[in-house]
């Protein structure tokens, strides 16, 4: 028997989805499953020491949302194919993340998500979407500013209400360095206060609560 041709990192938050995942692909023999991560921080390491062909991505992770985690991921890994699975059918998610570089985008339902067939497709170079989602592939990239990764990293965070301090040391720098990237994300977005950034990200899909 040869051995499978496509191997995957699955990043997903909740274990008992993520075990269902991974038995729904290994059923297939041409997919391998090499490994797993439970948010976005763990998905960039993985990746970096698995190499995976494809990575199937959830996007509401903790702290980094699956668009800032494929941002950073495609930067060092630009030849990965990533696969967003998502709760989300606003337009403004699904551009976000294929700005970010995603090959795929797929609603969040197990009773018929078809991800054994979209894995096959990103790994052979395909765009998916959804097609209950109403887009097709060529479907134009945001009109949205320009926001590095960090920022984008930084903006989750506040989304999540963490305040400066906290931000700054789950990031491993300094208050003042947040604060800046604070400051040059409402410069960026025309807003004016944290509340301001926080509505802004979730109409945009730059963020996620969940």
């Known amino acids: 028997m040869s051995e499978p041709s496509i191997s995957v990192l699955l990043v997903e938050d909740h274990i008992l989805v993520r075990r269902g995942f991974r038995r729904m692909l290994e059923d297939d023999p041409d997919i391998r499953v090499a490994g797993e991560a439970s948010d976005g921080h763990e998905a960039i390491a993985a990746a970096a ?3 995976p062909n494809v990575i199937v ?14 941002r950073h991921i495609l ?3 630009p030849e990965t194919a990533i696969l967003i699975l998502s709760m989300h059918s606003e337009p403004a998610y699904v551009r976000t993340c294929l700005e970010a570089g995603a090959r795929g985008y797929l609603l969040k339902n197990a009773m018929d998500l078809e991800l054994v067939d979209a894995v096959k497709q990103v790994a052979a170079g395909a765009r998916v979407l959804d097609p209950r ?8 990239k945001p009109d ?25 040391v789950m990031l491993g720098v300094s208050a003042n360095t947040i604060s800046v990237h604070r400051a040059n994300l409402m410069q960026t977005l025309g807003v004016h206060n944290a509340a301001e950034l926080v ?5 945009n899909g730059l963020a996620s609560i969940l």
Do not use: C, W
């Open 75 to 77: 930067k060092a890994l």
């Open 49 to 51: 020491t698995l190499r």
């Open 57 to 70: 991505m959830d996007f509401a992770l903790p702290s980094m949302n699956g668009a800032v985690a494929t």
């Open 133 to 140: 989602l109403g887009l097709t592939p060529q479907h134009p």
């Open 199 to 203: 509505v802004y990200a979730l109409r």
């Open 144 to 168: 949205l500013p320009e926001i590095t990764p960090r920022e984008l990293e930084v903006l989750q965070l506040i989304v999540h209400g963490k305040s400066t301090k906290d931000i700054a």
